[in-house]
């Protein structure tokens, strides 16, 4: 039978044998059909035919996908579009489009809720952090000075008060953690921002007053010839040349007397700060370690294996689960090893052992922290310990630069007490306008660098008329170092005494059977001799 | 509607048993409609020349409208080729088992389509985050997102190469670009 070719283009239908590309059916137009009649379709332009519901299917089920819904009315093999059509009422375009709306508000939601969240959070922790800020800064520079510098009202603070007060408890927190002794902390930096820093707020205002009446105006000329005072230091100099020196010749000096104390040099990890395991805190049922990146001194490697192996030894508590906030390679059974390869200083070890003896009991994260933040309390407290020693002390009065005793109302302002050297008082010396004018360009940029240099170095007129608190707690609080760490090194030096004089009572063999005992002859003669004694 | 999923793998059975499997596949086991083990070999010059790997496929009741799991078996001391895209554990990242599945492809299909793309690799290497992936792996491979950067293309022309063999296409629909 030859094919006629006709004008008509051939559909689904006209084909001798159907094949769904998805269920995979076949069905034949010539066999009589079993079942009821599928329809059929030719949705594109190859020749993959389907069964509607089957191809119906197979679209609803990759426009559920999100991965496949691009695609989803396209043809896998040519790429056509299937072209459909379908019931979609006003209504339903409209539901799904404003569903679709509603969706992506909520998302934006979403996201801002969890920003909020976190804006709460950060800002409470913030103000938590400015008011420590404000109450340390008080502390170390005294209500006097306090109420010119900053006031106990935030809408008087400069706008770098808002940067440094923060920053004060998280610096004196890190301090207390530095790995190495040469890292030096953001705290003194921090504290000289304020010498420097112009009166706020009502005192501002009334020493502004005070000057612009022309009496007060008239004194200023014999300011001029007022001997300056040279004590105490400038604040600013002070804590950036001199601090630094102090605290390595503090550390050289505690190393000494640690070495005379105890017999031994000081050990390595205490004297970095970190033992090389990192640091671990005891916090009652569980354990904090943290892994800092420590580096070895390497100039006494010996005495830095053994080191590590009494760590791993004695500091490995059971029970407790480890919250580690680091991997910890476990390198223990090593390390024991290596401490017995070491040869020991007797004397090291003992030292070694006090010292991880307080260890157990003085390591806790919220010790170290709690310790940091009382600091600017602490060195207060010895301020005025030293204020009240001074009444009775001439030398310690002439130390602490205490000019005058009973809180000053104007502060500042008076006059009475002689200028500072270090601080230029502008009025006292350049301040007359006449001057400024009569001088010419160079002197005016010299004279006004030397301004601002003496501000800088000396601190505002302000700090340096008012009671010199900073200094003597600054004093006191080293002092209080001082006797902290005495204290500690007595501790140790106890320790090691008790360890050193440990005896174990000694017992007989009284309930033992004498039969196990594997003992010498002369036991036995001895025995028959007091029993020869005892009947005598 | 199970039975779609049955009628189609007998169908696919029946043709597999009566034309034989491709060079280099073989069927191994098919004694249900729920996993089915292949193996497969990559004949020629490869890399993998001579290694026979064992190919795992996982039907669900809405099969061919989903797409099967497939996966090499890693146990009873059996390995994964060693392949940019095949994890240690067995999953593939294809993109025919994922987003660009069809009922177009058929087991047999998949099977050719994972032997040309080991035969097309040009360099033995484990996929980059494979130990992260194998750590973290669902027992499904399907239930991995996986991500087809520049791998679509080069599966795609192999699919097609596939179609042509099965049905007539017009010439210009073939893509010769990878």
Same mark, same amino acid.
């Given at each position: 039978?030859?094919?006629?070719?006709?004008?008509?283009?051939?559909?689904?239908?006209?084909?001798?044998?159907?094949?769904?590309?998805?269920?995979?059916?076949?069905?034949?137009?010539?066999?009589?059909?079993?079942?009821?009649?599928?329809?059929?379709?030719?949705?594109?332009?190859?020749?993959?035919?389907?069964?509607?519901?089957?191809?119906?299917?197979?679209?609803?089920?990759?426009?559920?996908?999100?991965?496949?819904?691009?695609?989803?009315?396209?043809?896998?093999?040519?790429?056509?579009?299937?072209?459909?059509?379908?019931?979609?009422?006003?209504?339903?375009?409209?539901?799904?489009?404003?569903?679709?709306?509603?969706?992506?508000?909520?998302?934006?939601?979403?996201?801002?809720?969890?920003?909020?969240?976190?804006?709460?959070?950060?800002?409470?922790?913030?103000?938590?952090?400015?008011?420590?800020?404000?109450?340390?800064?008080?502390?170390?520079?005294?209500?006097?000075?306090?109420?010119?510098?900053?006031?106990?009202?935030?809408? /008087?603070?400069?706008?770098?008060?808002?940067?440094?007060?923060?920053?004060?408890?998280?610096?004196?927190?890190?301090?207390?953690?530095?790995?190495?002794?040469?890292?030096?902390?953001?705290?003194?930096?921090?504290?000289?921002?304020?010498?420097?820093?112009?009166?706020?707020?009502?005192?501002?205002?009334?020493?502004?007053?005070?000057?612009?009446?022309?009496?007060?105006?008239?004194?200023?000329?014999?300011?001029?010839?007022?001997?300056?005072?040279?004590?105490?230091?400038?604040?600013?100099?002070?804590?950036?040349?001199?601090?630094?020196?102090?605290?390595?010749?503090?550390?050289?000096?505690?190393?000494?007397?640690?070495?005379?104390?105890?017999?031994?040099?000081?050990?390595?990890?205490?004297?970095?700060?970190?033992?090389?395991?990192?640091?671990?805190? /005891?916090?009652?049922?569980?354990?904090?370690?943290?892994?800092?990146?420590?580096?070895?001194?390497?100039?006494?490697?010996? #005495?830095?294996?053994?080191?590590?192996?009494?760590?791993?030894?004695?500091?490995?508590?059971?029970?407790?689960?480890?919250?580690?906030?680091?991997?910890?390679?476990?390198?223990?059974?090593?390390?024991?090893?290596?401490?017995?390869?070491?040869?020991?200083?007797?004397?090291?070890?003992?030292?070694?052992?006090?010292? #991880?003896?307080?260890?157990?009991?003085?390591?806790?994260?919220?010790?170290?922290?709690?310790?940091?933040?009382?600091?600017?309390?602490?060195?207060?407290?010895?301020?005025?310990?030293?204020?009240?020693?001074?009444?009775?002390?001439?030398?310690?009065?002439?130390?602490?630069?205490?000019?005058?005793?009973?809180?000053?109302?104007?502060?500042?302002?008076?006059?009475?007490?002689?200028?500072?050297?270090?601080?230029?008082?502008?009025?006292?010396?350049?301040?007359?306008?006449?001057?400024?004018?009569?001088?010419?360009?160079?002197?005016?940029?010299?004279?006004?660098?030397?301004?601002?240099?003496?501000?800088?170095?000396?601190?505002?007129?302000?700090?340096?008329?008012?009671?010199?608190?900073?200094?003597?707690?600054?004093?006191?609080?080293?002092?209080?170092?001082?006797?902290?760490?005495?204290?500690?090194?007595?501790?140790?030096?106890?320790?090691?005494?008790?360890?050193?004089?440990?005896?174990?009572?000694?017992?007989?063999?009284?309930?033992?059977?004498?039969?196990?005992?594997?003992?010498?002859?002369?036991?036995?003669?001895?025995?028959?001799?007091?029993?020869?004694?005892?009947?005598? | 509607?199970?039975?779609?999923?049955?009628?189609?793998?007998?169908?696919?059975?029946?043709?597999?048993?009566?034309?034989?499997?491709?060079?280099?596949?073989?069927?191994?086991?098919?004694?249900?409609?729920?996993?089915?083990?292949?193996?497969?070999?990559?004949?020629?010059?490869?890399?993998?020349?001579?290694?026979?790997?064992?190919?795992?496929?996982?039907?669900?009741?809405?099969?061919?409208?989903?797409?099967?799991?497939?996966?090499?078996?890693?146990?009873?001391?059996? #390995?994964?080729?060693?392949?940019?895209?095949?994890?240690? /554990?067995?999953?593939?990242?294809?993109?025919?088992?994922?987003?660009?599945?069809?009922?177009?492809?058929?087991?047999?299909?998949?099977?050719?389509?994972?032997?040309?793309?080991?035969?097309?690799?040009?360099?033995?290497?484990?996929?980059?985050?494979?130990?992260?992936?194998?750590?973290?792996?669902?027992?499904?491979?399907?239930?991995?997102?996986?991500?087809?950067?520049?791998?679509?293309?080069?599966?795609?022309?192999?699919?097609?190469?596939?179609?042509?063999?099965?049905?007539?296409?017009?010439?210009?629909?073939?893509?010769?670009?990878?």
């Amino acid at each position: 039978m030859a094919a006629t070719p006709t004008a008509r283009v051939p559909t689904v239908n006209d084909l001798r044998v159907k094949l769904c590309y998805i269920c995979r059916e076949e069905e034949s137009a010539e066999d009589p059909q079993q079942g009821p009649a599928r329809a059929w379709t030719h949705p594109c332009n190859c020749t993959l035919i389907a069964h509607e519901q089957c191809l119906l299917k197979w679209i609803q089920a990759s426009q559920g996908n999100a991965a496949r819904a691009p695609n989803a009315l396209k043809c896998p093999q040519c790429g056509t579009e299937y072209e459909m059509t379908s019931d979609e009422p006003v209504l339903l375009r409209v539901m799904t489009v404003s569903n679709r709306i509603l969706q992506k508000l909520g998302r934006y939601f979403s996201v801002f809720a969890a920003a909020g969240v976190f804006a709460v959070v950060g800002t409470s922790i913030y103000i938590c952090l400015t008011g420590y800020g404000a109450w340390a800064l008080q502390n170390f520079i005294g209500k006097e000075l306090y109420d010119q510098l900053l006031t106990d009202d935030p809408v /008087n603070w400069p706008w770098s008060a808002w940067i440094n007060l923060p920053l004060i408890p998280i610096s004196l927190i890190l301090s207390r953690f530095q790995p190495t002794p040469s890292v030096h902390s953001l705290l003194v930096p921090l504290l000289i921002v304020w010498p420097p820093s112009p009166p706020v707020g009502a005192h501002a205002k009334r020493i502004y007053e005070y000057w612009l009446s022309p009496e007060n105006a008239n004194k200023l000329p014999k300011m001029r010839f007022q001997r300056p005072a040279l004590w105490p230091p400038p604040p600013v100099a002070f804590g950036l040349f001199v601090v630094p020196f102090i605290k390595a010749f503090y550390r050289i000096a505690y190393r000494r007397v640690y070495k005379r104390v105890l017999g031994t040099a000081m050990p390595l990890r205490t004297r970095n700060g970190v033992p090389p395991g990192g640091l671990r805190f /005891n916090e009652g049922p569980f354990v904090i370690r943290i892994r800092a990146n420590v580096e070895e001194d390497n100039n006494a490697p010996q #005495q830095g294996q053994g080191r590590r192996g009494g760590n791993g030894q004695a500091l490995q508590p059971p029970p407790p689960p480890l919250i580690d906030l680091d991997d910890e390679p476990q390198n223990n059974p090593q390390n024991a090893a290596n401490a017995a390869d070491q040869p020991q200083d007797p004397n090291a070890e003992v030292v070694e052992a006090a010292e #991880q003896l307080i260890e157990i009991n003085a390591s806790s994260l919220g010790r170290r922290v709690a310790g940091a933040l009382l600091i600017p309390a602490i060195s207060n407290l010895m301020g005025s310990l030293l204020y009240r020693l001074s009444k009775h002390s001439r030398f310690l009065r002439a130390f602490l630069g205490i000019r005058r005793y009973g809180s000053s109302k104007g502060g500042g302002v008076g006059l009475g007490a002689p200028p500072s050297f270090w601080s230029l008082n502008p009025w006292g010396r350049y301040g007359l306008k006449r001057e400024w004018e009569e001088m010419s360009p160079m002197q005016v940029f010299l004279n006004s660098t030397k301004m601002i240099l003496a501000t800088w170095f000396g601190g505002s007129t302000t700090w340096m008329g008012a009671d010199p608190v900073w200094w003597r707690n600054c004093v006191g609080f080293g002092l209080f170092v001082a006797a902290k760490d005495a204290l500690q090194l007595l501790h140790l030096w106890l320790a090691k005494k008790e360890l050193e004089s440990r005896k174990v009572k000694d017992k007989d063999f009284a309930g033992v059977d004498i039969r196990e005992l594997d003992l010498l002859p002369e036991f036995f003669a001895g025995r028959e001799g007091l029993r020869r004694v005892a009947t005598i | 509607m199970a039975s779609i999923a049955a009628r189609r793998l007998a169908k696919e059975l029946r043709e597999i048993q009566s034309e034989g499997c491709p060079v280099g596949i073989t069927l191994l086991q098919a004694d249900d409609f729920s996993k089915w083990l292949f193996t497969i070999e990559v004949m020629g010059d490869s890399l993998y020349q001579g290694e026979v790997y064992t190919l795992q496929f996982r039907f669900d009741p809405q099969y061919p409208i989903s797409s099967p799991a497939v996966q090499f078996v890693v146990t009873d001391g059996k #390995q994964a080729p060693i392949h940019p895209h095949v994890y240690s /554990n067995g999953h593939i990242c294809a993109s025919i088992l994922g987003n660009e599945w069809s009922p177009v492809l058929s087991v047999v299909a998949v099977c050719v389509t994972l032997q040309s793309m080991l035969a097309s690799c040009k360099k033995k290497e484990r996929p980059v985050d494979n130990d992260r992936y194998v750590r973290t792996a669902p027992e499904n491979p399907k239930k991995t997102l996986f991500h087809y950067d520049g791998k679509r293309k080069a599966l795609s022309v192999s699919v097609y190469a596939n179609a042509v063999r099965s049905q007539t296409i017009p010439q210009e629909e073939l893509t010769t670009d990878v």
